[in-house]
């Protein structure tokens, strides 16, 4: 006697197939936000590090690192001052001067500091990529851990290793003026303005400077390929900072906000504008991040905190800033 068989339809089977693809279409949006949170809080991890290590910097140094290191104009070893900003060499980054404090001291150790961050004679070192400097959310974005810091022929100037993080000079954008940088900027004015943030070029700022409360003012926060270059390593004098073709409109900056971004407005912008995180128009000296609506900031009593997009124009604006007297106002 035949025995008849039991098999699915095509019907059937078209049926099962779409309720896979339908369960899978709304399992993954909440296996992407999963992966998103995780590397969001790395990210605030390695910024909670940096923070650690600017202040075993305070404790040895009485004052923080200058966000990055120029000469005076007669040091000329250093190189010719860039006619734009100012600047000369050596150029190091803030997070090259912490490298000993990061657990990164071998790496300190293969660097030449006497000798500008561009010298042939520390071409290799300045190309290791360090995990506590790179933003996971970043990496996805499949820019390469290294990048040529150019001028404005396109010539390359030097090659540097990433870094997504980035110091705050405060309201405004002080490279963007030309001055001797032998001077304590904290005490020049610049376009009607003094520098008013905690880390920028040749800066010293002690936790005793930070009037607003070290809880309302920003030191760090997050810079991503995606918008433009950035580095741990330091500024070339001369060099350029171009945004990608996505954001070509805004146009290319010096090569000093690799390591340094400001929260707004730009003297001399008219009308002044402040942009959050993130925002579509953000200069490459802006703060820019690849975690959906906002960034990661350290502020400088060690905090980390996520810092939305749509946050209040002044509020942002004022966190840049050390002792304007603004914090009872704007901030939390």
Not at 48 to 68: E, R, S, T, V, W
Not at 97 to 120: D, F, G, I, K, R
Not at 130 to 136: E, N, S, T
Not at 200 to 222: C, K, P
Request: aromatic share 10%; net charge negative; hydrophobic share 40%.
């Amino acid at each position: 006697m035949s025995q008849k068989r039991h098999a699915f339809t095509l019907v059937e089977l078209l049926v099962v197939v779409a309720i896979i693809g339908i369960l899978v279409a709304l399992l993954l949006p909440a296996v992407q936000a999963a992966r998103e949170s995780s590397r969001r809080s790395s990210c605030v991890n390695n910024l909670k590090q940096i923070g650690i290590g600017l202040h075993h910097y305070h404790d040895a140094f009485q004052k923080f690192p200058p966000c990055y290191v120029v000469s005076p104009l007669s040091n000329t070893p250093m190189g010719p001052a860039d006619p734009n900003t100012g600047d000369t060499g050596p150029g190091w980054g803030f997070l090259s001067l912490l490298l000993p404090y990061v657990e990164q001291a071998p790496l300190a150790q293969a660097l030449n500091y006497n000798l500008t961050c561009w010298s042939p004679a520390n071409a290799l070192p300045v190309k290791t990529v360090l995990p506590q400097y790179i933003c996971p959310s970043a990496v996805n974005m499949g820019s390469p851990p290294i990048y040529n810091v150019i001028d404005a022929s396109g010539n390359t100037l030097a090659t540097f290793a990433r870094a997504n993080y980035v110091g705050v000079a405060g309201r405004f954008s002080p490279w963007q003026q030309y001055f001797d940088p032998g001077l304590d900027l904290s005490t020049v004015n610049v376009g009607g303005f003094s520098v008013d943030g905690v880390l920028y070029r040749n800066s010293h700022t002690r936790i005793a400077d930070i009037l607003d409360g070290t809880s309302n003012t920003l030191m760090v926060s997050e810079k991503t390929p995606y918008h433009s270059d950035s580095t741990w390593v330091g500024v070339v004098p001369g060099g350029v900072t171009n945004p990608t073709p996505l954001f070509a409109v805004v146009g290319p900056d010096p090569s000093s906000s690799q390591v340094n971004v400001h929260t707004g407005p730009t003297p001399g912008e008219v009308p002044p504008i402040i942009k959050p995180p993130s925002q579509p128009l953000a200069n490459t000296d802006e703060v820019w991040s690849n975690h959906p609506n906002g960034a990661n900031a350290l502020f400088s009593d060690g905090s980390v905190r996520f810092v939305v997009d749509t946050i209040d124009n002044l509020t942002w604006s004022y966190w840049g800033t050390r002792a304007a007297g603004d914090s009872p106002r704007f901030g939390l």
